[in-house]
């Protein structure tokens, strides 16, 4: 199957949209060539690879891991509060209020 092209999606969400597109890549892609692939960059300025986390269905991965056909590639953002200490102030609370 060398040369043959990959079906990958490319996903990517703010608090006020989503991106999600299907992109074909060459055999042998890189997470990197999707993402440049999707043109998902353009429309979100905002992403710095160099600093961004990605992954392949919810699994952390380098850039320059190879993608396979079927994959969804997501570009995760920073988040804005550890889902740990929401969790344990929400029990705080929860107990207070008892």
Known sequence: MAGADLCV????GTSESQYEREVFVPAGSSIEDAIRASDVLAQYPEIDLGKTPVGIFGERHALADPVR???RVEIYRRLIADPKETRRRR???SKRAR
């Open 9 to 12: 999606r490319v996903a990517y």
């Open 69 to 71: 056909d079927g994959d």
């Open 91 to 93: 029990a705080g609370k």
